[in-house]
């Protein structure tokens, strides 16, 4: 069974920075994207950047200039770098895995992880 395994979170002021990893095992697919996503309290789990096997990358309008994604050295790793860090990105963070199926193009697992949580206040 696909387990993801986040670290990273921590208290931060304001302006401060993370760097957040996401370990993916038991995935029994190549993996073709990963992703991160974050849920704020009382909110839904949004995207936040997303980077393909070919390089491609997608961040939410929110995070542009600030947040950088990237494959971890480690194979199934992903990193999100977090610099200048606003309230407003307090949340708990999840990473994402999705692979390619013949038949139905991309599939998303569907398992969450525990997440880890980011607290940026003074």
């Known amino acids: 069974q696909v387990q993801f395994e986040e670290s990273g979170g921590d208290l931060v002021q304001p302006g401060g920075s993370l760097r957040l990893s996401c370990a993916v095992s038991?995935?029994?697919?190549?993996?073709?994207?990963m992703g991160w996503y974050r849920q704020a309290p009382n909110q839904p789990r949004l995207l936040v950047a997303n980077i393909i096997n070919d390089g491609r990358i997608n961040y939410a309008d929110s995070v542009k200039g600030r947040f950088t994604i990237s494959r971890g050295n480690a194979d199934n790793t992903v990193i999100l770098q977090m610099n200048s860090l606003k309230p407003e990105d307090t949340a708990v963070y999840y990473c994402r895995a999705g692979y390619i199926t013949d038949r139905r193009g991309l599939e998303w697992y569907d398992t969450w992880g525990q997440g880890t949580r980011v607290t940026v206040s003074t």
């Open positions: 038991g995935n029994d697919r190549n993996i073709y994207v």
